[in-house]
């Protein structure tokens, strides 16, 4: 007699296959504008996209989106969708708030780039250090960039050529941090396109949550850096330990390794991030995304002893390319961006609203889940909320890599999404802004109910 197939998170494979069709019938049958677009405009783009992650959504074909504002889509045909995907954190503070729509308006009949600083820069420069701490900042176009030259900046200081990461780490698409473990070893992460450099000559990989592995790596005497975000963002998330971060500093300290920061995701936790709400003595710090309301923007920085290293450093080295730096980057609207979003948009009282909002939401579906008794849990960061279908807490970037069901996940996706409702498209990443509605919230809640239902009930 043939065995029944293996769960897929609790789910039985046919009741998900099953409702996995359903719903993309349901999308495509209501979207006839948005399909006859694409099939006329969409042919000049590699693979029909701009970007080629904007395959990865669960949708038969792409959403057109028409207007964005607050917390809301409008997409081609006419749906309104309540956001909480928000860019993938791009957006997390709203789309368009009004402060850098304004700032964004006044720049623009002043100029768009010129290489020079502004009056904003001196002023954001302040900003920045009463937000985040007392850093040396420079500003960047993406977060990628950041980490990129925050680590060109470590190796110059301590003289060392590697970097430490973690398992199933998130720092954009910086090519040190695209390793894996693989046997308990460091390797390049499967799927590189056009990989040919040694990745484990620049890299090396350790568990989340696991100071041993960390000290065994540091111990080779090789790594100028440990480059981590606070809380493992990228698959399913992994929240730390108590003393994780206390030990990662006094680790780095003794082997003589800069820490980073990277807070590009969890800046969610809080006015500051991680590192200011949960008090992180970092060497160096990288934020992006959000930190200019939705500009592409991102800013570094180092203390002020790692500031003096590398001016030291600077001074001796021979005179040439430094190999960091775009010609965009550090642009007037940037800074008019920086300074609308740091001084009137990025408060308090935005993350007050933020946090009630996410604890609400983060309430709601946890009791979806114990109601239709199904083996997963949700776990949340500030304002950013995530349920992952396995059980929890997980430990570790091996342990939510085994969590991670893709084919249940887009199913809920784009099932949530025919509800009305737009989460991330990666991983089950929700976001709640400070002009997110309560109704908004419980629309979500509703949903994520009516799906579960047919999945297992």
């Known amino acids: 007699m043939p065995q ?18 359903r719903e993309a019938r349901r999308y495509a049958k209501v979207r006839p504008l948005t399909e006859a677009a694409l099939k006329t405009g969409a042919a000049s783009y590699l693979d029909g996209v701009p970007m080629h992650w904007m395959k990865d959504w669960s ?37 368009s708030p009004k402060p850098v729509a304004k700032a964004i308006r006044q720049q623009a009949s002043r ?19 009463e937000t985040f701490g007392d850093f040396r900042w420079q500003i960047a176009t993406t977060a990628t960039d950041a980490n990129r030259f925050a680590l060109r900046v ?28 693989e046997n308990g070893a460091t390797a390049a992460r499967k799927g590189l396109v056009g990989q040919v450099a040694d990745l484990t000559q620049t890299a090396v990989v350790a568990e989340f949550n696991d100071l041993a592995s960390v000290e065994r790596a540091l111990q080779k005497g090789d790594v100028a850096a440990i480059l981590t975000e606070p809380v493992m963002t990228n698959s399913c998330m992994v929240l730390p330990q108590p003393g994780f971060h206390e030990g990662l500093r006094e680790l ?21 991030g991680y590192t200011r709400v949960h008090g992180l003595l970092p060497d160096m710090f990288v934020v992006g995304k959000c930190v ?27 005179a040439g390319h430094s190999g960091m730096g775009t010609t965009l980057s550090a642009n007037p609207m940037q800074f008019a961006c920086l300074r609308a979003t740091l001084s009137k948009v990025m408060s308090d009282a935005a993350y007050a609203h933020m946090e009630k909002g996410a ?7 946890s009791k979806v889940i114990t109601a239709h008794r199904a083996p997963w849990h949700v776990v949340r960061l500030g304002a950013r909320v995530e349920f992952i279908c396995a059980p929890g807490p997980l430990k570790n970037g091996t342990e939510a890599a085994f969590a991670h069901q893709p084919e249940l996940e887009a199913a809920i996706h784009i099932g949530l ?36 239902t047919q999945l297992f009930d």
């Open 154 to 181: 470590a190796r110059a200081v301590t003289g060392k050529p590697k970097v430490l990461v973690f398992n199933g780490c998130y720092h954009g698409t910086v090519d040190d941090t695209m390793v894996e473990l």
């Open 359 to 365: 604890a609400r939401l983060e309430r709601g579906l």
């Open 417 to 452: 999404l025919n509800r009305g409702c737009l989460i991330a498209p990666f991983h089950n990443m929700m976001l709640v802004s400070p002009v997110t509605k309560k109704r908004q919230i419980d629309r979500l809640v509703a949903a994520f109910d009516e799906v579960l």
């Open 59 to 95: 949708m038969p074909f792409p959403m057109l989106v028409e207007t964005a504002s607050g917390a809301h889509l409008t997409d081609l045909d006419g749906f309104g969708i309540d956001d909480f995907c928000l860019g993938d954190t791009g957006s997390m503070f709203g789309h």
């Open 292 to 318: 200019a309301g939705g500009m592409p923007t991102a800013v570094w920085g180092m203390t002020g002893d790692v500031a003096r290293r590398f001016k030291d450093y600077n001074a001796k080295r021979p």
């Open 111 to 129: 100029g768009l780039t010129y290489m020079l600083p502004t009056v904003d820069a001196l002023e954001v420069g302040h900003l920045l250090t």
């Open 252 to 272: 780095a300290f003794q082997h003589g390794a800069l820490l980073i920061v990277d807070e590009t995701h969890t800046i969610s936790s809080g006015l500051g």
């Open 4 to 21: 029944p197939a293996a769960l897929i998170g609790g789910v039985s494979p046919d009741r998900l296959q099953a409702f996995a069709t």
